[in-house]
Protein backbone atom coordinates (compact mmCIF):
# COMPACT_ATOMS: atom_id res chain seq x y z
CA UNK A 1 0.00 0.00 0.00
CA UNK A 2 1.29 3.49 -1.02
CA UNK A 3 2.90 5.12 2.19
CA UNK A 4 0.71 8.08 1.68
CA UNK A 5 -2.49 5.69 2.27
CA UNK A 6 -1.20 4.66 5.69
CA UNK A 7 -0.11 8.06 6.90
CA UNK A 8 -1.40 9.84 9.45
CA UNK A 9 -2.70 12.96 6.87
CA UNK A 10 -3.73 16.19 7.94
CA UNK A 11 -7.17 17.41 5.67
CA UNK A 12 -6.89 20.11 3.97
CA UNK A 13 -10.02 22.54 4.87
CA UNK A 14 -11.64 25.57 3.69
CA UNK A 15 -9.62 27.27 6.97
CA UNK A 16 -6.86 25.56 6.03
CA UNK A 17 -6.85 27.76 2.64
CA UNK A 18 -8.08 30.73 4.58
CA UNK A 19 -4.54 30.54 6.47
CA UNK A 20 -2.38 29.97 3.90
CA UNK A 21 -3.89 32.92 2.56
CA UNK A 22 -3.20 34.71 5.77
CA UNK A 23 0.67 33.58 5.73
CA UNK A 24 0.80 34.08 1.98
CA UNK A 25 1.26 30.85 1.10
CA UNK A 26 0.76 29.82 -2.34
CA UNK A 27 -2.59 27.41 -3.17
CA UNK A 28 -1.86 24.88 -5.30
CA UNK A 29 -5.34 23.90 -7.18
CA UNK A 30 -5.66 21.26 -10.07
CA UNK A 31 -8.41 19.18 -11.79
CA UNK A 32 -9.62 16.15 -11.83
CA UNK A 33 -12.48 13.96 -12.82
CA UNK A 34 -11.25 10.05 -12.17
CA UNK A 35 -10.24 8.04 -9.44
CA UNK A 36 -6.16 7.29 -10.65
CA UNK A 37 -5.60 10.82 -11.76
CA UNK A 38 -7.00 12.01 -7.62
CA UNK A 39 -4.38 9.21 -6.29
CA UNK A 40 -1.68 10.91 -8.27
CA UNK A 41 -2.48 14.30 -7.18
CA UNK A 42 -3.00 13.55 -3.53
CA UNK A 43 0.22 11.58 -3.45
CA UNK A 44 1.38 14.84 -5.14
CA UNK A 45 0.11 16.84 -1.93
CA UNK A 46 -2.02 19.32 -3.96
CA UNK A 47 -3.76 21.71 -1.78
CA UNK A 48 -7.31 21.54 -3.56
CA UNK A 49 -8.75 18.95 -6.24
CA UNK A 50 -11.21 20.66 -8.76
CA UNK A 51 -13.67 18.38 -10.37
CA UNK A 52 -14.55 20.95 -12.09
CA UNK A 53 -17.01 21.00 -15.22
CA UNK A 54 -14.38 21.19 -17.61
CA UNK A 55 -15.07 17.28 -17.55
CA UNK A 56 -17.77 18.02 -20.11
CA UNK A 57 -14.54 18.80 -22.94
CA UNK A 58 -11.80 16.79 -21.25
CA UNK A 59 -13.57 13.63 -20.76
CA UNK A 60 -16.40 13.72 -22.87
CA UNK A 61 -15.73 16.01 -25.77
CA UNK A 62 -17.89 18.69 -25.83
CA UNK A 63 -17.52 21.69 -26.95
CA UNK A 64 -18.63 23.83 -24.10
CA UNK A 65 -19.29 22.79 -20.17
CA UNK A 66 -23.03 23.36 -21.03
CA UNK A 67 -23.67 19.72 -21.66
CA UNK A 68 -22.42 17.95 -18.39
CA UNK A 69 -25.35 16.77 -16.03
CA UNK A 70 -25.75 16.50 -11.94
CA UNK A 71 -26.18 12.98 -12.44
CA UNK A 72 -22.44 12.98 -14.37
CA UNK A 73 -20.82 15.57 -12.17
CA UNK A 74 -21.57 13.01 -9.39
CA UNK A 75 -20.34 10.00 -10.77
CA UNK A 76 -16.63 11.95 -11.86
CA UNK A 77 -16.66 13.62 -7.87
CA UNK A 78 -17.29 10.46 -6.31
CA UNK A 79 -14.73 8.55 -8.64
CA UNK A 80 -12.31 11.57 -7.24
CA UNK A 81 -13.49 11.52 -3.09
CA UNK A 82 -12.77 7.99 -3.26
CA UNK A 83 -9.03 8.54 -4.03
CA UNK A 84 -8.51 11.59 -2.31
CA UNK A 85 -7.01 11.67 1.46
CA UNK A 86 -5.71 15.03 2.18
CA UNK A 87 -6.88 17.91 -0.54
CA UNK A 88 -9.82 19.91 -0.37
CA UNK A 89 -12.05 18.47 -3.04
CA UNK A 90 -14.63 20.96 -4.82
CA UNK A 91 -16.87 20.23 -7.22
CA UNK A 92 -18.62 22.52 -10.11
CA UNK A 93 -22.35 22.94 -10.06
CA UNK A 94 -23.40 22.30 -13.57
CA UNK A 95 -25.07 24.93 -16.09
CA UNK A 96 -28.56 24.69 -15.59
CA UNK A 97 -28.87 23.50 -11.81
CA UNK A 98 -28.46 26.32 -9.54
CA UNK A 99 -29.33 30.06 -12.07
CA UNK A 100 -32.21 31.39 -11.19
CA UNK A 101 -33.69 29.45 -8.48
CA UNK A 102 -32.28 28.98 -5.57
CA UNK A 103 -33.96 26.02 -4.01
CA UNK A 104 -33.00 23.83 -7.15
CA UNK A 105 -29.36 25.56 -6.26
CA UNK A 106 -29.80 23.75 -2.74
CA UNK A 107 -30.86 20.47 -4.07
CA UNK A 108 -28.11 20.12 -6.53
CA UNK A 109 -25.75 21.27 -4.04
CA UNK A 110 -26.70 18.84 -1.69
CA UNK A 111 -26.90 16.37 -4.00
CA UNK A 112 -23.36 16.75 -4.96
CA UNK A 113 -22.28 16.47 -1.09
CA UNK A 114 -24.49 13.97 0.04
CA UNK A 115 -23.75 11.40 -3.40
CA UNK A 116 -20.08 12.27 -3.65
CA UNK A 117 -18.81 13.30 -0.67
CA UNK A 118 -17.12 15.97 -1.61
CA UNK A 119 -16.30 19.32 0.78
CA UNK A 120 -17.29 22.36 -0.99
CA UNK A 121 -18.77 23.48 -4.48
CA UNK A 122 -17.75 25.94 -6.91
CA UNK A 123 -20.27 28.18 -9.18
CA UNK A 124 -20.15 30.53 -11.74
CA UNK A 125 -21.41 34.48 -11.55
CA UNK A 126 -22.12 37.32 -9.26
CA UNK A 127 -24.92 39.38 -8.05
CA UNK A 128 -27.42 36.92 -10.44
CA UNK A 129 -26.47 34.14 -8.86
CA UNK A 130 -26.33 35.95 -4.96
CA UNK A 131 -29.70 34.36 -3.98
CA UNK A 132 -28.51 30.67 -5.02
CA UNK A 133 -24.93 31.56 -2.83
CA UNK A 134 -26.98 32.47 -0.07
CA UNK A 135 -29.31 29.78 0.49
CA UNK A 136 -26.41 27.23 -0.55
CA UNK A 137 -24.50 28.56 2.14
CA UNK A 138 -27.67 28.65 4.70
CA UNK A 139 -27.38 24.76 4.68
CA UNK A 140 -23.77 24.77 5.71
CA UNK A 141 -22.41 23.56 2.20
CA UNK A 142 -19.04 25.99 1.12
CA UNK A 143 -18.68 27.77 -1.48
CA UNK A 144 -16.20 28.63 -4.40
CA UNK A 145 -16.85 31.67 -6.62
CA UNK A 146 -15.91 32.01 -10.27
CA UNK A 147 -15.87 35.37 -11.83
CA UNK A 148 -14.04 36.60 -15.16
CA UNK A 149 -14.33 34.16 -17.90
CA UNK A 150 -17.44 32.22 -16.79
CA UNK A 151 -17.53 29.42 -19.75
CA UNK A 152 -20.76 28.37 -18.37
CA UNK A 153 -21.95 32.14 -20.15
CA UNK A 154 -20.36 31.58 -23.59
CA UNK A 155 -23.00 31.45 -25.32
CA UNK A 156 -23.57 35.57 -24.20
CA UNK A 157 -20.69 36.22 -24.36
CA UNK A 158 -19.52 34.12 -27.71
CA UNK A 159 -16.02 34.81 -27.15
CA UNK A 160 -12.86 32.95 -24.89
CA UNK A 161 -10.98 36.00 -24.84
CA UNK A 162 -9.69 37.83 -21.76
CA UNK A 163 -12.51 39.36 -19.95
CA UNK A 164 -12.95 42.65 -17.35
CA UNK A 165 -10.80 44.78 -20.11
CA UNK A 166 -12.64 47.64 -19.95
CA UNK A 167 -13.26 50.00 -16.68
CA UNK A 168 -16.74 49.31 -16.55
CA UNK A 169 -16.91 45.75 -16.82
CA UNK A 170 -13.67 45.21 -14.39
CA UNK A 171 -15.67 48.10 -11.73
CA UNK A 172 -18.44 45.46 -11.69
CA UNK A 173 -15.88 41.85 -11.45
CA UNK A 174 -14.44 44.16 -8.15
CA UNK A 175 -18.43 45.06 -7.37
CA UNK A 176 -18.85 40.60 -7.45
CA UNK A 177 -15.82 40.10 -6.09
CA UNK A 178 -16.75 41.85 -2.86
CA UNK A 179 -20.41 40.42 -2.69
CA UNK A 180 -19.21 37.29 -2.92
CA UNK A 181 -16.96 37.49 0.46
CA UNK A 182 -19.36 39.55 2.05
CA UNK A 183 -21.98 36.59 2.01
CA UNK A 184 -19.35 33.72 2.63
CA UNK A 185 -17.80 32.41 -0.55
CA UNK A 186 -14.66 30.62 1.24
CA UNK A 187 -12.91 31.39 -2.38
CA UNK A 188 -12.50 33.29 -5.42
CA UNK A 189 -11.42 31.73 -9.00
CA UNK A 190 -11.09 34.71 -11.35
CA UNK A 191 -10.49 32.97 -14.37
CA UNK A 192 -8.75 34.76 -17.55
CA UNK A 193 -8.57 38.98 -16.44
CA UNK A 194 -6.08 40.93 -16.54
CA UNK A 195 -3.10 40.94 -14.13
CA UNK A 196 -3.47 44.04 -12.53
CA UNK A 197 -6.98 43.58 -11.84
CA UNK A 198 -6.48 40.44 -9.80
CA UNK A 199 -4.43 41.93 -8.37
CA UNK A 200 -6.28 44.80 -6.96
CA UNK A 201 -9.47 42.02 -6.55
CA UNK A 202 -6.96 39.77 -4.36
CA UNK A 203 -5.60 42.89 -2.21
CA UNK A 204 -9.20 43.63 -1.78
CA UNK A 205 -10.47 40.73 -0.23
CA UNK A 206 -9.76 38.78 2.34
CA UNK A 207 -10.50 35.45 1.39
CA UNK A 208 -8.33 33.74 -1.09
CA UNK A 209 -8.60 34.05 -4.90
CA UNK A 210 -7.08 31.72 -7.10
CA UNK A 211 -6.73 32.45 -10.45
CA UNK A 212 -5.81 31.39 -13.86
CA UNK A 213 -4.62 33.45 -16.76
CA UNK A 214 -4.81 35.73 -14.17
CA UNK A 215 -1.73 36.36 -13.27
CA UNK A 216 0.85 36.34 -10.29
CA UNK A 217 -0.67 37.97 -7.40
CA UNK A 218 -3.23 35.83 -6.80
CA UNK A 219 -3.55 33.55 -3.59
CA UNK A 220 -3.48 30.47 -5.87
CA UNK A 221 -3.31 29.18 -9.04
CA UNK A 222 -5.33 26.41 -10.96
CA UNK A 223 -5.12 24.68 -14.39
CA UNK A 224 -7.03 21.76 -15.61
CA UNK A 225 -4.77 18.79 -15.35
CA UNK A 226 -4.79 16.78 -18.99
CA UNK A 227 -3.51 20.64 -20.54
CA UNK A 228 -0.59 21.10 -18.12
CA UNK A 229 0.11 17.65 -18.98
CA UNK A 230 0.00 18.16 -22.49
CA UNK A 231 -2.84 15.33 -22.73
CA UNK A 232 -5.38 17.84 -25.21
CA UNK A 233 -3.07 19.07 -27.78
CA UNK A 234 -5.53 21.37 -29.49
CA UNK A 235 -5.66 24.12 -26.64
CA UNK A 236 -2.70 26.60 -26.01
CA UNK A 237 -3.99 30.12 -24.18
CA UNK A 238 -1.11 32.11 -23.49
CA UNK A 239 -1.73 31.54 -19.99
CA UNK A 240 -0.90 27.64 -19.98
CA UNK A 241 2.24 26.26 -19.31
CA UNK A 242 3.01 22.45 -20.26
CA UNK A 243 4.37 20.54 -17.87
CA UNK A 244 4.99 17.36 -19.82
CA UNK A 245 4.37 16.33 -23.54
CA UNK A 246 1.95 13.99 -22.52
CA UNK A 247 0.25 12.99 -25.72
CA UNK A 248 3.54 12.21 -27.62
CA UNK A 249 4.36 9.84 -24.98
CA UNK A 250 1.05 8.12 -24.88
CA UNK A 251 1.14 7.66 -28.91
CA UNK A 252 4.63 6.56 -28.78
CA UNK A 253 4.12 4.00 -26.30
CA UNK A 254 0.78 2.43 -27.75
CA UNK A 255 2.71 2.37 -31.41
CA UNK A 256 5.78 0.42 -29.44
CA UNK A 257 3.02 -1.85 -28.12
CA UNK A 258 1.25 -2.41 -31.81
CA UNK A 259 4.30 -2.99 -33.03
CA UNK A 260 5.14 -5.80 -30.20
CA UNK A 261 2.05 -7.51 -30.83
CA UNK A 262 2.48 -7.55 -34.66
CA UNK A 263 6.08 -8.61 -34.26
CA UNK A 264 5.05 -11.65 -31.95
CA UNK A 265 7.62 -9.29 -29.20
CA UNK A 266 4.76 -9.59 -26.71
CA UNK A 267 4.02 -11.37 -24.61
CA UNK A 268 7.36 -13.43 -24.06
CA UNK A 269 8.03 -16.25 -22.11
CA UNK A 270 8.27 -14.60 -18.79
CA UNK A 271 4.86 -12.40 -19.26
CA UNK A 272 2.61 -16.18 -19.41
CA UNK A 273 1.68 -18.81 -17.45
O1 LIG B 1 -14.08 23.54 -14.83
C1 LIG B 1 -12.92 23.89 -14.59
O2 LIG B 1 -11.94 23.17 -14.84
C2 LIG B 1 -12.72 25.22 -14.00
C3 LIG B 1 -11.32 25.73 -13.88
C4 LIG B 1 -10.80 26.11 -15.21
C5 LIG B 1 -11.22 26.84 -12.91
O3 LIG B 1 -13.65 25.84 -13.62
Known amino acids: MAQYLTENVQKITTNTLQKMRNANEPIAMLTAYDYSTAILLDMAKIDVVLVGDSAANVMAGYKTTLPITLDEMIYHASSVVRAVNRALVVVDLPFGTYQGNSKQALASAIRIMKESGADAIKLEGGAEVIESIDRILSAGIPVMGHLGLTPQSIN??????????????????????????????????????????????????????????????????????????????????????????????????????????????????????
Open 156 to 273: KFGTYAVRATSEEEAAVLMENAKLLEEHGCFSLVLEKIPATLAAKVTGSLHIPTIGIGAGMATSGQVLVFHDMMGITQQFSPRYLRRYLNLSEEIVGAIEHYIDDVKNHNFPNESEQY
